[in-house]
Every structure is written in C-alpha cells, then in structure tokens.
C-alpha cells in the first residue's frame, strides 16, 4: 500500500509539473510577445503597387530628394489590425520603440495624431503633435515633451524607446530628453480587436499634416541605440540615414544590428538621405558621390561655445516700484517672454497699494501692468493645464483683521492678468505652489492673528472639477514666514520656516513629511528668526539653508548686534533620515538664500536686508561650492538693502535681479565671465 501510494504522489506531481508548464508556456507566449519583428507602419498600410488608398499622395521633396506620403484632411482612413504585426500577443508589449522622419508646415491642428493604436474609442498608445508639444500617450496618461525640432519645415527624425519605467525621445539622434514614469508602464494593455490608426487619430479626425516618409515599430527599448549612428562616424561622417527606397529603413532596425549600416554610395543607394551632424547638413547619394543637397554652404559663423567661469557682476539697471519691495519673482509665459513682478507696499496712509509687472523687452525691464495688493510680502507664478497664474501674499494693514490674498490668471486674448481667485488669510508672508501625484498644491504661511503668533496656516488643492483652489489641510505655525516644497526618493516634504513665537526670533522650524495623505511632523530644527529656507541639490547630495534675519529675546537680553546672526547650511543623512548641521556662515540681516549653477560652478546668494542702514559696511555676500572646503565667500557687493534675489538668461547672458525693501529702486546687475 506504502509503495502505491508513493507511487499516486508521484504521478499526481508529475502531471500537475505538466499542467503548470502549459499554463505558464501558454501566459508567456501571449503576453511576452517573443519574435515580434520590426514592422514598416506605413507599408503595412499602404501597397507598395496600384492604387494609393484615398486621402493618400506621395510627393518628391526637391530640396531633399526624397519621397514622403502626404494625407488628406477629409477622407484619410489608413489602418490595419495590430495581429499583423503583434502575433501571438494578448497584451500590448511593455518596451518597444517607435521611429518617424517627418517634415512639418509651420501651421498645425489643435490635434495631429501620428500613430494611434486602439479599439474603437479606447486608446492604447498613440503620438500626437501640436505646435507647442510632441505628445505620447498612452493607457489615458500623456507624457508630453516641447516640440523645439519641428518648427522649422525641414526633416526631421523622431523617436521614442520606451521601457517598463521611463520614455525617452530622441530627435535627429541628437537630442536625448527623457522622462521618468511615475507609475510603470501598464503590461495587461488588452490588444483584441485592436488597430493601427496610421497619420490620423480616427477616420478624418486629427490628420497630420506634416509629410511622414518612414514609421517604424520596433521591439525593444534600446532601438534607440540601434538606430541612432555612434559619435564617431565609421565612413564619410555621416549620420542619421534615412533610405529612400521603400523598406530600407527597416533593415537598420533589425534585431541583432549592432547599428546603422554605413556603406558606400553606390548605383543601389541612390536617392538615399542621410545627415550629416559635423558639417549640420543633409547629404543625397547621386552617382557613387555623398553631396549636399544645398548649393552654397556657409561655413558655421557661430564660434564654439568655450568653457567659462564667473569673474565678477556689474551694474545693469535700475527699477523704479511704487515702494520697497520685499520680493521679486520672474517668470516666462510661452510665446510672450519674460516678466518680473516685484511685492510692493506703500506706506500705512496709504488707501491703495500697487504691485508692478515688467516685461523683458530689448535687453531692459520695462513697465508692463499693475496689479492690485494690500502690502504684498509674495509673488508666486505657476501653470495648470496650459493656464497661467500669480498668487500674491498680502499681509495687510491690521494683524487683527483677516485679510485676503488673491490669484490672477494670465489671460490669453487681452494678455493681463484678471483676478481669478480670492485666499482668505491672516497677514501672510509667503506663498509656495507644489505638484504631488499629478495634482497641484498652494500652501500659504500665515504670520500672525492679532496679538497671537499662532494661526493656521492652510495647504490648498486645485480642483478640476470646481476649477479652483480649494482647502487641503490647516497647519498650526508659529511666526511662519516661508514654505518651502521639496521630494527626496519619492517622500514629499514641506518645511515652514518660522520667526518668531511672540517672545523671541530662537524658535523652531519645521518639517513636514507626506503619509496618508496628510502633512506630518518630520524634524524641527533650531532657527532664529528664520525668514527663508532654500533646498537644492548638489549630485546627490541634499541641503536646505536657513536664512536667519533677526536675534531677539531673553538670549540676546541687551539687544546687541540684534541683526548679526549665524544661519545655517543642513545635508541630509539619508542613511539615519534627518537633516544634521553641514556649515554655520555669519549673517547680517539675511532674509533670503537663493542658489545658483552657472556652468558646472555651484553658488547661494545671501542677501543684506540692512544693507547701508546701519553703521558699518555690510556688503552682500555670494559663496562657491568648493568641495571639502564646504561653501567659501568669493564675492561681496556693494548694493543696496536687498531681501530677495532672482537669476535669469539671456541666450549666454547671466542676470541678477534683487528687491529693495527700504526705497523705490530695485536692481538688475549682470555676470561678467572669463574663459576657464
């Protein structure tokens, strides 16, 4: 009996070993997709004889000798389903590539798809242009990249190599932009009764209307580097090939390739495009002979960007506001330039307070709109969906009574800015606007109510639905001045810098952390009188400074050097998961850090808010990151009482903007380099 049922266990496992190895043979075979080959898009729907389907023209670029497809904006209807291409599949592959070489007329549809694949109205993944942005979307999520290469009619190569955890677009094999996903890429896309939708998003719906000469599928996410030639050229210099032949271009993509074939131009290759990324031309083979397809060339008469550092800062001009101004933001607005927009107040008397947008036209700041504030501590610019905004901080005229703050909204047509959205508040310093999980975030920092420095200081969401802000979450602050947002591997941090606790400026300030969906304490630190924090990044090491403006209180009972105070530099240890002091430098009245790179150099910006006003000169001082040597002082300014500093470019051009908080004539000085 013993031996037969031994035996029993052993069929038993025998058969359920089997049965296993069908189930998991089966499942691997459908959703692995294994031996998919490169497949040309465009001849899969197009026959390469006879009649071109409707809405289909094939045209013969002169200047580029080249055949391409162009469609039809009415009756365009080209697609084929995905079992031609995905055999054997039940789910969409999750790391593939996809190749286009397209030529774009300047104008564009609100909507151009390239490629859409899909059942009816359901969207697996698909590639659409628009003017402003190359979007690739898929299992309803959009990873959207600026459209920079296409705007200039000329021919362009496009790619996309996705894998399970980011995409990466690569244009003319030059320009690598990639972006991380923050949820992987989906393996259970269903591809039943599914279609490639080709140079259209539906029937007569989003047609491209750029002329598309190849569209390649290819599996794989590293086709990329398949496609794309290496950085030093094995023949002639010559990249980025582009076949003319109908199902050349394919071959360069073939599984086991260890790259684009570079062969000479013989009888079979003519016609054949390819780029030439030294001499930034396109090259046609004509009778044995690689030659420009342009006649008089111009050598380059750009000259070669040399390595640079920062010598010393200049000078530049001044700006008149209405009063002092405790802040400046800057800002670009696609398509209209960039702006600044200083927090202004006038004095108590005064019925109405202004604050003052400028625009950067000519190399010059010049007045541009007037907004209206109630004595504006904060300016703080963000975008939704397209949508332009301002927040300002007002802190009022009386701590006693709850004020109100306001959000403008960039419009379009008249190119102002309109009140959109009124923030009650109580005398609030700082604004500070976040993104977490795809959804935006305004945290205002409350100072004080009434005689009380304790009050609520409250985190807003955007709602998509009400199209407005609205209450996230209060936060009990002491004396807040200043929010500061920032993620380390994932976490989502909040840090409030606080003032003072209505006794004395030594205080903490504090730092949130994300969980359950709600801000929680994370670390205090010892502050005094902590006006700014200013987190940034050095490789991968994290910091956040702390701006200290004022001592007083029962430490410093004799009111001596009340403005010299030290403020401090913390790094994170990740390892024990908390900031520790890095570097202690002395301050004068330091009520803003703001970091800057230029180059590879590393510099923070402390600024002087008592700049002049006392005895003694107290210059604004500019500290480099040296290494071991930690932050070291290598410039001082003779400038005026400043608060806030802001940094922008000008093509190579290096500008510094500052706010004056004690007169009408805020600064913008400009960086002097030498070759290094």
């Known amino acids: 009996m013993d031996l037969i049922l031994v035996l029993k266990k052993i069929l038993f496992l025998v058969n359920l070993n089997l049965i296993c190895k069908r189930v998991h043979g089966n499942i691997s075979s459908q959703t692995s997709c294994a031996g998919i080959l490169p497949a040309d898009l465009l001849e899969e729907s197009i026959p390469k004889y006879g009649f071109l389907p409707n809405g289909v023209s094939v045209l013969y670029d002169t200047n580029s000798h080249a055949h391409a497809y162009k469609f039809s904006r009415n009756n365009i209807d080209l697609q084929f389903p995905v079992s031609k291409v995905f055999k054997n599949c039940l789910y969409f592959p999750d790391e593939f590539s996809i190749f286009f070489v397209i030529k774009h007329e300047p104008l564009y549809d609100k909507k151009e798809c390239i490629l859409h694949i899909g059942q009816d109205n359901t969207t697996l993944v698909s590639i659409q242009l628009s003017r402003k942005y190359i979007v690739l979307t898929y299992n309803n999520r959009k990873v959207q990249y600026r459209n920079f290469a296409l705007k200039d ?67 794989g996410a590293d086709a990329a580097v398949r496609a794309c030639p290496p950085k030093t050229p094995q023949h002639r210099h010559l990249d980025n090939r582009l076949p003319a032949v109908p199902g050349r271009l394919i071959d360069v993509y073939r599984i086991g390739s260890p790259g684009p074939r570079w062969d000479d131009c013989t009888w079979t290759d003519v016609g054949d495009i390819a780029y030439d990324l030294h001499a930034k031309s396109l090259k046609v083979c004509v009778n044995g002979i690689w030659q ?152 205002v920092a409350n100072h004080a109510k009434g005689s009380s420095q304790m009050v609520d200081s409250g985190i807003y969401i955007w709602s998509t639905k009400l199209r407005r802000f609205k209450l ?8 807040a001045y200043d929010w500061t947002y920032f993620s380390v591997n994932g976490y989502h941090f909040l840090a409030a810098a606080q003032a003072f606790d209505g006794f004395s400026t030594l205080t903490d300030s504090r730092i949130y952390v994300l969980q359950d969906k709600q801000f929680v304490l994370f670390q205090t630190m010892e502050t005094n009188g902590a006006t700014d924090l200013e987190y940034f990044q050095i490789g991968d090491s994290v ?64 600024s002087n808010a008592q700049n002049r006003a006392l005895e ?21 300014m003779d400038v005026l009482p400043n608060t806030d500093w802001e940094v922008f470019t000008d093509k190579r051009d290096v500008y510094f903007v500052y706010s004056n908080a004690k007169g009408k004539t805020s600064q913008v000085l400009k960086a002097v380099f030498t070759p290094s």
């Open 153 to 219: 009619k000329k021919w362009h190569s496009v790619g996309f190599s996705v894998s399970a955890s980011d995409i990466t677009m690569t244009t003319d094999c030059v320009n690598k932009r990639r972006k991380r996903l923050k949820r992987k890429w989906p393996s259970n896309l269903p591809l039943k009764n599914a279609t490639f939708q080709i140079a259209s998003c539906a029937p007569a719906r989003g047609v491209t209307l750029g002329h598309i000469k190849d569209l390649i599928f290819i599996p």
């Open 292 to 443: 420009h397809v342009t006649v008089n060339i111009e050598a380059p008469t750009k000259a070669p960007e040399l390595p640079r550092r920062l010598d010393y800062i200049d000078y530049y001009q001044d700006i008149r506001t209405p009063g002092p101004s405790i802040d400046v933001e800057l800002f670009t607005i696609d398509g209209e330039g960039t702006f600044a927009v200083f927090a202004s107040s006038r004095p108590r008397k005064s019925k109405k307070d202004i604050s003052i947008v400028y625009k950067w036209r000519k190399k010059k700041f010049v007045f541009y709109q007037r907004l209206n504030t109630d004595a504006a501590q904060c300016w703080k610019f963000f975008a939704i969906d397209n949508n332009f905004f301002l927040a300002v901080a007002n802190y009022g005229k009386d701590s006693r009574v709850q004020g109100n703050s306001t959000i403008f909204k960039w419009h379009k047509r008249r190119k102002r800015f309109k009140e959109f959205q009124i923030i009650p508040t109580w005398t609030a310093r700082d604004f500070e606007h976040f993104v977490m999980n795809d959804e935006h975030y305004l945290a």
């Open 472 to 479: 996230f979450q209060n936060i009990m602050t002491t004396g």
């Open 543 to 606: 910091f956040l400074a702390v701006a200290n403006a004022y001592n007083y209180g029962p430490q410093n009972i004799n009111k001596k050097q009340e403005y010299l105070t030290n403020s401090t530099i913390y790094k994170l240890d990740k390892g024990r998961r908390v900031f520790k002091t890095f570097q202690t430098i002395e301050t004068f009245s330091a009520v803003d850090w703001e970091f800057v790179t230029i180059g590879d150099e590393h510099f923070l910006i402390v």
């Open 616 to 636: 003694g000169d107290h210059l604004t001082s500019i500290y480099k990151w040296r290494g071991v040597e930690k932050f070291v002082r290598v410039h001082q």
